[in-house]
């Protein structure tokens, strides 16, 4: 073998090398170069750090029982300390903040449970997760209430959710996802509110007054285009799949569309359990995302595949060694998501036309 | 081994004979007394006749690619010969089959072209499926001429994809899921249509008359809710999991909370590629269903873990040789979608309130 | 849009069309023409026709658990019509077809059943097929009493596995894999025999008889790689991945090493559940499988993801309805596979050295 | 809701909180209180744990492109350290390890690279890694030599590795799994060993000298029986299913059918990523297992559904940082595999014939 090495031959897998008393930085910088998903773990953090480091806008998706399985205060934190900007939502994430926000509990259970039993008792089963349907229908009940006291008229979903904010926190004081982004200011969209819980909600205040309870789900689709057009340079990152994922992108085309400045998110991770060969959106490559234009040609990108509950902690509490100094220095957007407009960087967003460059 | 055989023991699998010219419905049969997910497809076909030879109200959930995979004219078939009453699908398998009603096509592609080319070439890749984003922007065009004509006023997505049906219809007289639901009067829900193109085409109205685009997706919640009141026996059957299977449990839950004669679906299938250990709604088992009361204990029921392109076509087939007769003594709801409130039997259903019983 | 259609976009998607009694030919044609994993099914029909019109030596490797599960009559049928060559199989698969061919059954579970109470009564679970231990025990005595009937030295797994389908056809006069390639002649290879029952009941007659029971494997890996050499023209059919789909990618490595008119597998069919994005042999893709040089670069090859139970009924009833002539008419290969040196084409093949060209 | 909790609701999910600087063992700590396969890791260190203070020998099970995707050092230091007693492995996996180990890399790449250029440069991929054929070419070479050295007679695939091993440290002095099982006293089993790159330097070496490369994979399953026999309470670990998962489960049946002081083993873990409902062994679940008597029914158990790049790190890390004290004070069985007949604690273990009580 005299003969010169392959340009595809450069740079070797190094073998992780077990030592005591690792950091989750430790661990997750020797996943860099290893192979497989673990790799792609190693690689989210770095792509993650330069997003951070880049002037873009970063969207977060959740989907998949992420707060009821332990990660919400791990969401609220990533909203907190503005490792992201703006979150889209499936509805269950933010209901099951909501529970345990106001106090209540999620309970460790089992797969193999008797479900008739469970039934019997009224507790609900998420795969090896319980709960009480009984305090599930407080729930409900708060939310109706809260929504009655809401003045009649179309909420956007991002509206909605920041009032929902508001009320839990000055009701409970409490650490969350929703309170935290009304806190921070950081906007959330739950474009399939209706196939939720509050949904569920928002159902029953208008059961009790028939001009309560109307979401305008349309302005959010020309919100979250605005939030691009209006600063073009954005990143991804997926947790799930689900009505976030297409969501995220869809602002993007649907911006670009308006403002030929727009040209794909700039940074992208996923990390998903579907695969992409069945053909549905959540499971879908990266790549292919390109073809649409949802992502740059140019972009940075992986995709993590595995459980978010496997994935997350140790990446976020890796990036949390590391990402600090950048997060003090991020040129980050501003947002003021209380009014019936969403303002950012101190300009009002339209939420009835895209804003055409 | 003179003792007696175990109860556990009694029905031995029978291997699959191969013969010449088998029948989809021979083969389908054949596949009951084999093993895994085989029999699985075998039972789903027993189980939806079963379902038809009952008074269930039967829900169809719709997500994944399914109509620009292929599969859109056997939705179009289960909802004109009423295989199903009550169509619950994401907005993008509705936004393809409007697509190629509209006389476009998608293409047979490859997961392994570059998806910088087809960028350049404004082609958009869904996995090994191709289509023309020019394309696409006429169809966003053609929805929001659509809305425009509309009276100005929130629509549930129900009663605007019966009229989105009928003007498609009016328009092409050719047969699809929209015109199908539209001429065989099934409503169709979209809980989700904020999330697709046919979302943004409605954005794209709003844009060019602030007063239009309004959908009111909480009034959705409240009508399949009493869609469910009003006739408590009630069947779903899931092909892909998202949005729709939620939906249409949601439907049941919330029809319990007002009307105990309700006590979950009765019958079910899901034909899904998610698995139940990551947690997310699309893959949960129909047993942890039962907890939550979405499926009564009692209930038959089957999943099928597979991609709806390999089992649907098969499934349908055999389902087609069989169950004419039943399908001629059905006592199926008679539906009239086309106004502002949902008609059922005959009677209006309330989109402001629950039907308490 | 007056310009000229892309080269991308040329051959589109064919809606499935239900129609009544449809023949599983009509089904898969039809499933040519969707996407997914639909139309992969229908694409492997087409290429194993081509195997089959070709004067490739046809390989086929059954993994996972497919006689427990009903599929071992359609292997047998596969065998004996000869629309396969040689087989590489996993030992539980020729275990459970030895179990019964002997006149035992499996029988139908379910994957919700107390395994507690069922290993009380000594029944053995596979997902939702249950088995009688005491007979799975005398079995294991059968076959040990079969290899102390034998001369005593090593044996290939070919050649033990052709003397115990002649045992048991003697024995029984029953169809099933082993008797079924027995009476075709056509060659097993077991190259991970000792990770069975049969290894079980191998190592019974050892206990029995310590000059008993040797299996010479590196035989079989040499044997193997002649079959390539003598006819280099070779076709891969593989179901669940497993030992059997490397044992016949290595066969055509190996011969390629000491023979440059071997290029690899010239068709390749594989119908698996696993994925490649863990690294594991059994989801690798077909194009990895092209950098090792185990297909040719020119190889027509797909992938069909889904359980084989889901499948193989549909694929060899479609093709057992068009290619009756092709079979007729091919060119395949005849082995003599009764003697300690494998006869291919009225020539031995050694067992102890390879074939160079 | 004055009612009582239910006994179900007793010990809540604790969200995951971040924080800063966490070790790799303060994360899995706090993945125990999560859900789904988050928890399952933090189950499986505890677990692990309980495997090492009990007096369990514990088996390992490694299939899967472990070595080549980086994990071969931290199985080295579970060999080294004995958090493990005895390896079940495949072929690949030792190969790949005696790659590194002989000073030779593998590569990061990426699963998109273009196979047909690599084919050109005889690069072999795996999924996103790489390695020269050529240096494959040479390390086939070297197994053959090594074989032609030794004495001409069959050898169970755990004294080929002994040896093998023993070669290995020898000429480099290096780590891997191979040198630290020779210098830990580790036993390696490898019932597949036919198939995989080892399997062919073996039959190399037959080539040149047709008295050479006799494998006895019969004794080894009666040897690895006989290591349950001798000491009746084990543990199971298996990474990726595959052979080695069998095998384990087989010893330990085996072992149960010769002396019924043998339950099954005490204690479970797998890293897995199939799933069971398509029937296959590697996705089996360990509830299944009991039904079969391969774990014992009150045996501590835990499936990490997860790709073992991502999960093993991790783990170890954590365990490293917990387990120190535990591994001093292991009662651990001490083995001489050094000759024809295995030595545990003194006492040969018969390969012949099963120890019977």
Known sequence: MG???????RKPVEPFAVAPNLSADDVVSRMERVSFQGRNLGTARRIWEKMIASDATIFLGTAGALSAGGM?????HLIERRYVDCLVSTGAN???DLHETRGRRHFIGSPTLD???LAAERIDRVYDTLASEDEFCKNDEWIASFVLKLERRPYTSRELLYKLGEQLWNDTGNNGILTAAYRANVPIFCPAIADSSIGMGLSQARHRDQTAGFVDVIGDVIESANVVIRRPSTATIVLGGGTPKNFI????VQ??????RVGGHKFAIQVVTDVPHYGGASGSSLEEAQSWGKLSIESEKVTVHGDVTLVL???VSALESTAG???EKRKRPEFDPSGRVLVMNGQALADNRFQES
């Open 313 to 315: 902690p140790m990446l």
């Open 94 to 96: 933010l209901y099951h």
């Open 249 to 252: 992108n869809q602002a993007s």
């Open 3 to 9: 003969r010169r090495k392959s340009r595809f031959l």
């Open 72 to 76: 919400r205060l791990i969401l609220a």
């Open 255 to 260: 911006a670009e569309f308006f403002d030929d």
């Open 115 to 117: 479900d008739a039993a």
């Open 325 to 327: 100094d950048a997060l």
